[in-house]
């Protein structure tokens, strides 16, 4: 029977353990407490076929009662895909069906005890079940084909659960109404926001006057509850919520469209007035979420560090869970093997990252929280780790420089029988000899507790207070120790980061700026040093500021054998090796382990060195080619 659309009303249910998490065998969960047996699914019958439910008519307080029917995505049935968060892996309820029971997440139960209507059967497709939890085989395909599901259906049903802190009513009218009022002001329907991917596009550069709900403090509290739902940080509604441009949002016996609270989440975003920035924070999973045109331009690898934020019990799902995006379409050959161990699905994933892209960008997303090469191969970033660093390889522009340090060489062909290993090719530059190591919080926002007058910057200062504004080769020094905390990212202009090379001026000013800044952090007057205020006019410290915090975060600077600087990872030891490596566009810290092994440490950023420089230094036969295992 097809679905009536106009019949359908809107709920799914996504869980914390992420969309298809495997059903314990514990005892309590295998035996159904009415003592039926558990339901055994009929195997599928072909590689394209899906079940989908068929929920039958009945009142509240009645029993679930359904149907599992076979569909096929070629040719698929008119339904509608719940997108909804499992919840506590052990808040699961037994439902009968066939003879048998089946266990579910009691949010899904209580979705579709919201959904259900008394009089018309409705169509509707949610995971566990749909997809026989307990049979690796089916959810290794299923789970393959899960964009592909929620694409073919009428639309997607998001359930954010029963609205228990009765928040819903109140945000949702706090959306509606800067919905409308903006949409008003730029003649938009609400309906033509579907085909809009960037909505940033369709914000007003002026806020309205006027009352808003939003300023009240029942219903700024009825957002901040609203957003807190744990829907938004589950990995796998980000791949449901970008399959289809037919969403609906509920909670309880609300709902709201996808667009107009993604709208709504953007424009308090834009408006410190709206909502204070103190409360922006539960607005970047739904912000990013909605961002169409941003999924489309990302690189596969800003996707995998971007999705960290979110959460997933099963950590092969921060793979898995988002294969269907635009940007991980090269991994369409990945096959999903719940079989393998995460630490082998991430490392596939790296391998992939060489061979596609022939460069070793994937390197700057190791991060290493756990120590080195602890829980797998050091080259390999491990996808579970929560956000920590910011790579120097971001893949997605305009956020970094275009640094080429290997000038366009690839990456070495590797050994398939040695999976773990990495064979790289390059030079040792040069050896590091003193890592310099920093109290974090100078590179955190809050000035309270910290010791200002040891920051790292008015160190330096101190060893050259005679020079201070007034030479050439100070000021020279001054914009190097700057970009280096900056890891020479320059400010953002006409949507570029050009070379901070070609931008001298604006830095020393802005250093200048920042320096004076700290001295009065620290007590210090630095009226005294005429030559450094003069450097200061009319700049500021806030965006040179904001650069270093974001930049040095699990970072230091050190000093080479040579006497070179730059800055790398916070777990820089002396002796370590600071190389070129084929296929790298910047710099890599090696650790030697013995018989020509290496852990891989982390990326690096040495002024000089980042645009090609040592490839001359080959062409002139000042640096040998080596070969580095990297174990």
């Known amino acids: 029977m097809a679905l009536n659309r106009s019949d359908l009303r809107r709920h799914r249910v996504e869980d914390e353990t992420g969309a298809n998490s495997l059903i314990s065998s514990s005892p309590n969960q295998r035996i159904p407490s009415d003592g039926s047996e558990r339901y055994i699914y009929t195997r599928l019958p072909s590689d394209s076929s899906f079940r989908y439910i068929e929920l039958?008519?009945?009142?509240?307080?009645?029993?679930?009662?359904?149907?599992?029917?076979?569909?096929?995505?070629?040719?698929?049935?008119?339904?509608?895909?719940?997108?909804?968060?499992?919840?506590?892996?052990?808040?699961?309820?037994?439902?009968p069906y066939d003879g048998g029971a089946i266990h579910i997440p009691s949010n899904l139960h209580a979705g579709l005890l919201q959904l259900r209507d008394e009089t018309k059967r409705i169509f509707l497709w949610a995971d566990s079940l749909c997809i026989d939890q307990n049979t690796v085989e089916e959810r290794n395909h299923q789970v393959s084909n899960m964009r592909k599901i929620f694409g073919n259906a009428d639309k997607v049903l998001v359930w954010l659960g029963r609205d228990q802190e009765e928040c819903a009513e109140r945000a949702m009218d706090a959306m509606r109404e800067i919905t409308q009022r903006f949409l008003i002001e730029r003649g938009i329907a609400l309906e033509d926001l579907r085909a809009v991917d960037?909505?940033?596009?369709?914000?007003?550069?002026?806020?309205?006057?006027?009352?808003?709900?939003?300023?009240?403090?029942?219903?700024?509290?009825?957002?901040?509850?609203?957003?807190?739902?744990?829907?938004?940080?589950?990995?796998?509604v980000l791949q449901e919520a970008n399959s289809s441009l037919n969403i609906q949002v509920c909670i309880g016996p609300h709902e709201i469209s996808w667009d107009a609270m993604g709208f709504a989440a953007v424009c308090f975003r834009s408006f410190t007035t709206l909502l204070p920035p103190e409360e922006w924070g539960n607005l970047d999973w739904p912000i990013y979420m909605r961002q169409r045109g941003r999924h489309k331009r990302e690189s596969?690898?800003?996707?995998?560090?971007?999705?960290?934020?979110?959460?997933?019990?099963?950590?092969?799902?921060?793979?898995?869970?988002?294969?269907?995006?635009?940007?991980?379409?090269?991994?369409?050959?990945?096959?999903?093997?719940?079989?393998?161990?995460?630490?082998?699905?991430?490392?596939?994933?790296?391998?992939?990252?060489?061979?596609?892209?022939?460069?070793?960008?994937?390197?700057?997303?190791?991060?290493?929280?756990?120590?080195?090469?602890?829980?797998?191969?050091?080259?390999?970033p491990l996808w579970n780790e929560k956000p920590d660093i910011v790579p120097l390889i971001s893949g997605n522009p305009p956020v970094l420089p275009d640094w080429a340090a290997s000038r366009g060489t690839g990456v070495p062909a590797q050994d398939p029988s040695s999976p773990d290993t990495l064979v790289l090719r390059g030079a040792?530059?040069?050896?590091?000899?003193?890592?310099?190591?920093?109290?974090?919080?100078?590179?955190?926002?809050?000035?309270?507790?910290?010791?200002?007058?040891?920051?790292?910057?008015?160190?330096?200062?101190?060893?050259?207070?005679?020079?201070?504004?007034?030479?050439?080769s100070f000021n020279d020094q001054l914009i190097e120790y700057g970009n280096i905390l900056c890891l020479g990212v320059g400010p953002l202009v006409n949507e570029k980061r050009p070379r901070v090379e070609t931008m001298r001026e604006p830095i020393l000013r802005d250093i200048a700026a920042y320096v004076v800044e700290l001295m009065h952090r620290a007590g210090r007057d630095p009226s005294e040093y005429t030559a450094l205020m003069d450097l200061a006019s009319g700049a500021t410290a806030f965006e040179i500021e904001r650069r270093i915090r974001r930049m040095m975060v699990r970072r230091s600077m050190f000093t080479t054998f040579n006497g070179r600087r730059g800055a790398?990872?916070?777990?820089?030891?002396?002796?370590?090796?600071?190389?070129?490596?084929?296929?790298?566009?910047?710099?890599?810290?090696?650790?030697?382990?013995?018989?020509?092994?290496?852990?891989?440490?982390?990326?690096?950023?040495?002024?000089?060195?980042?645009?090609?420089?040592?490839?001359?230094?080959?062409?002139?036969?000042?640096?040998?080619?080596?070969?580095?295992?990297?174990?």
Not at 214 to 225: G, S, T, V
Not at 577 to 600: N, P, S, W
Request: proline residues 4%; hydrophobic residues 40%; neutral net charge.
């Open 56 to 95: 039958l008519p009945g009142r509240r307080e009645e029993e679930l009662a359904f149907q599992l029917e076979v569909g096929d995505w070629d040719r698929p049935p008119s339904y509608a895909a719940i997108s909804y968060a499992w919840g506590n892996p052990k808040d699961k309820v037994w439902v």
């Open 198 to 236: 960037d909505l940033w596009e369709t914000v007003p550069k002026r806020l309205l006057k006027g009352r808003y709900l939003c300023k009240l403090p029942e219903y700024r509290d009825a957002l901040r509850r609203f957003f807190k739902n744990s829907w938004f940080r589950r990995l796998w």
């Open 300 to 380: 596969m690898l800003g996707t995998l560090h971007r999705c960290r934020m979110f959460r997933a019990l099963d950590s092969r799902d921060h793979v898995y869970a988002i294969l269907g995006m635009p940007s991980l379409a090269s991994l369409k050959k990945l096959q999903v093997e719940y079989q393998k161990s995460h630490v082998e699905v991430f490392r596939d994933v790296a391998r992939h990252s060489l061979w596609d892209r022939n460069k070793l960008d994937v390197l700057s997303f190791v991060q290493h929280l756990e120590g080195i090469g602890k829980e797998s191969p050091s080259w390999v």
């Open 428 to 472: 040792c530059l040069d050896t590091i000899l003193f890592p310099e190591y920093y109290d974090g919080s100078w590179f955190k926002a809050g000035h309270s507790s910290v010791n200002w007058s040891e920051h790292p910057l008015l160190n330096f200062i101190r060893g050259h207070e005679p020079e201070i504004g007034t030479s050439t």
């Open 568 to 631: 790398g990872r916070d777990l820089l030891r002396t002796g370590d090796k600071l190389c070129v490596l084929f296929g790298g566009d910047v710099l890599y810290i090696l650790r030697e382990k013995g018989d020509g092994q290496y852990q891989f440490v982390g990326d690096a950023y040495v002024p000089g060195f980042m645009y090609g420089e040592a490839m001359d230094m080959f062409a002139a036969g000042q640096l040998k080619e080596e070969i580095f295992t990297v174990i």
